[in-house]
Structure formats: structure tokens, C-alpha cells
């Protein structure tokens, strides 16, 4: 694996936690592509439904997702040389290049974030540009606090950084938006944050440890169960198009969880 990848946005995603072109797929299948069919099927206006829309938020995800693997970077090279028992995604000779090029490799990734800024200059409005740039910015306030936590609160960050992957990129472009969607956007921690965030605080919670043996079967049921909440809402209530297509998106992620069960055997 060439190490050098990890100049670049998902490079050190890929080197350190998937590290296989089955994995990745697996990765853009669970986060990023739910995340885009969330915004553009789910929340975009119709009148703002275009190949440039799509564009423009792949563009946006791409940069923040900079910011975020940034946090692993540091989480992963220099906060654990803190910890008692880490947990070891990078060794040997990768791990000192990285540890002996730190700030050079984060400063050549966010010149690559400035020059992308730059270039939307050409393609964008200033407001889009100044929500990337602070949400960014808010991106690595997150992971530096989530970094140098050591106590329960590290839930709560982890929580704050989960649902940062989806809310972030649509607050982003939350001017393509319908307005009457806009508030839709805090549904999008049903897609991942909630029960990614269930099974990281069975790290510190023994009660939500023993609630949840079992990865697999939990997941079938959290995703199972909340998208016929969805669709029961759809039908007994509100009869929004979004709930329904809530459904189908979360079905979409029990049926993917299966998928990848079944290849993994």
C-alpha cells in the first residue's frame, strides 16, 4: 500500500480502518452514499434538483471529511501515546512515518481544503464557502476535544463527531434545501449516529453492554423497527413524503447489514 495516499481525503480512512476495496465500498455504501440520498432525494428542493446540486455536496463532503480524518490522524498517532491500553490501527513503519511527518502531512491536507475553497470560489456563492469553512473549523474543535477526553463525556463528543458526518455536509448546502425540509436534517442521526453511538458507549456503560450482544442482531432490529416507525408516522400522521422515503433509506440499511453479513462468511 502506497503510503502516500494519506495526503489525500480518504487515504488515511483507507489505511488505517478499511484497507481493502471490498471495505471501502462497504464504508461509502454505509456513510457517505446514505448521507447524499438523504440530501438530494430527501431534502432538495425540485427546483434545485441538478447534477451541479450533487456535485457541489460531494465537493462540500469531500472537504469536511478532511477535518475529520484529521482527528483520526491525531487520535490515532499522537493521542495514543496517552492511553494506558490504545487501541493500535497504525504500527511499525508506517505508524513512525506518519508519527515523523505529523504536521507536515496535516498542513499538505489542508492546503489541499484551501485550494478546493479556492476553486469553489468560481462555482459558488461566499455564504456556501464561509459554512464550509466553519464547519470545518467546528469539524476539528470536535475531534481535539473528543482526543483529550478521558471520561464518559468522550459518548457525548463521539455522539457530537457522528452526527457531524451527516449534519455538517447539510447545513453546508442547506441553501438547496426545500424550506419547509430544513428542520428534516436532524432526522439523519437515525441513519448512523444513534446506533453507532449505542455501541460505542458499551465501551463505558456495562448496562448498554449487556443490552446489546450480540453487533449483528442489534442492528437488524434498530433498523428493522425504526423504519416501520417511519412508516406509521407516513401513514397515521403527518403523510410527508419524508418519512416515507425515511423507510426505505433505513430499510436500505438493514438490507446492506445483511449483505455484508452473508460476503463476510
Same mark, same amino acid.
Given at each position: 500500500?502506497?503510503?502516500?495516499i494519506?495526503?489525500?481525503p480518504?487515504g #488515511?480512512?483507507y489505511?488505517?480502518?478499511?484497507?481493502?476495496?471490498?471495505?471501502?465500498?462497504?464504508?461509502?455504501?454505509t456513510?457517505?452514499?446514505? &448521507?447524499?440520498?438523504?440530501f438530494?432525494?430527501?431534502?432538495?428542493?425540485?427546483?434545485?434538483?441538478? &447534477?451541479?446540486t450533487?456535485?457541489?455536496?460531494?465537493?462540500?463532503?469531500?472537504?469536511?471529511?478532511?477535518f475529520?480524518?484529521?482527528?483520526?490522524i491525531?487520535?490515532?498517532?499522537k493521542?495514543? =501515546? =496517552?492511553?494506558?491500553n490504545?487501541?493500535?490501527?497504525?504500527?511499525?513503519?508506517?505508524?513512525?512515518?506518519?508519527?515523523?511527518?505529523?504536521?507536515?502531512?496535516?498542513?499538505?491536507r489542508?492546503?489541499?481544503?484551501?485550494?478546493?475553497?479556492l *476553486?469553489?470560489?468560481?462555482?459558488?456563492?461566499?455564504?456556501?464557502?464561509? =459554512?464550509?469553512? *466553519?464547519?470545518?473549523?467546528?469539524?476539528?474543535?470536535l475531534? #481535539?476535544?473528543?482526543?483529550?477526553?478521558r471520561?464518559?463525556?468522550k459518548?457525548?463528543?463521539?455522539? &457530537?463527531?457522528?452526527?457531524?458526518?451527516?449534519?455538517?455536509?447539510?447545513?453546508?448546502?442547506?441553501?438547496l434545501?426545500?424550506?419547509?425540509?430544513?428542520?428534516?436534517?436532524?432526522?439523519?442521526?437515525?441513519?448512523?449516529?444513534?446506533?453507532?453511538?449505542?455501541?460505542?458507549?458499551?465501551?463505558?456503560f =456495562?448496562?448498554?453492554?449487556?443490552?446489546?450482544?450480540?453487533? #449483528?442482531?442489534?442492528?437488524?432490529?434498530?433498523?428493522?423497527?425504526?423504519?416501520?416507525?417511519?412508516?406509521?408516522s407516513?401513514? *397515521?400522521?403527518?403523510?410527508?413524503?419524508?418519512?416515507?422515503?425515511?423507510?426505505?433509506?433505513?430499510l436500505?440499511?438493514?438490507?446492506?447489514i &445483511?449483505?455484508?453479513?452473508?460476503?463476510?462468511r
Amino acid at each position: 500500500m502506497n503510503k502516500y495516499i494519506i495526503f489525500f481525503p480518504f487515504g #488515511y480512512t483507507y489505511i488505517s480502518r478499511i484497507k481493502n476495496l471490498s471495505k471501502f465500498i462497504s464504508f461509502l455504501l454505509t456513510i457517505p452514499i446514505p &448521507c447524499f440520498l438523504f440530501f438530494y432525494y430527501g431534502l432538495v428542493s425540485s427546483e434545485n434538483k441538478s &447534477c451541479f446540486t450533487g456535485l457541489v455536496f460531494i465537493w462540500s463532503y469531500i472537504n469536511l471529511y478532511i477535518f475529520y480524518e484529521n482527528g483520526y490522524i491525531e487520535n490515532d498517532i499522537k493521542t495514543v =501515546k =496517552k492511553e494506558e491500553n490504545p487501541t493500535l490501527r497504525i504500527v511499525g513503519d508506517l505508524y513512525h512515518f506518519i508519527d515523523n511527518n505529523y504536521y507536515k502531512i496535516i498542513s499538505i491536507r489542508v492546503v489541499f481544503f484551501v485550494i478546493s475553497i479556492l *476553486l469553489l470560489f468560481f462555482v459558488s456563492n461566499y455564504i456556501l464557502i464561509l =459554512k464550509l469553512s *466553519l464547519l470545518s473549523l467546528a469539524t476539528a474543535l470536535l475531534y #481535539y476535544f473528543h482526543n483529550n477526553i478521558r471520561s464518559v463525556f468522550k459518548v457525548l463528543t463521539f455522539f &457530537c463527531l457522528s452526527s457531524s458526518r451527516f449534519i455538517f455536509p447539510l447545513l453546508v448546502c442547506s441553501d438547496l434545501i426545500a424550506p419547509e425540509k430544513f428542520n428534516y436534517i436532524l432526522l439523519s442521526i437515525f441513519i448512523y449516529t444513534i446506533p453507532a453511538s449505542l455501541i460505542y458507549s458499551a465501551k463505558s456503560f =456495562k448496562l448498554i453492554r449487556f443490552l446489546l450482544r450480540g453487533e #449483528y442482531k442489534y442492528k437488524i432490529l434498530y433498523y428493522t423497527f425504526t423504519s416501520f416507525i417511519f412508516m406509521a408516522s407516513h401513514f *397515521l400522521y403527518d403523510k410527508n413524503d419524508i418519512s416515507l422515503f425515511m423507510f426505505f433509506l433505513l430499510l436500505y440499511m438493514s438490507l446492506l447489514i &445483511c449483505l455484508k453479513k452473508v460476503i463476510n462468511r
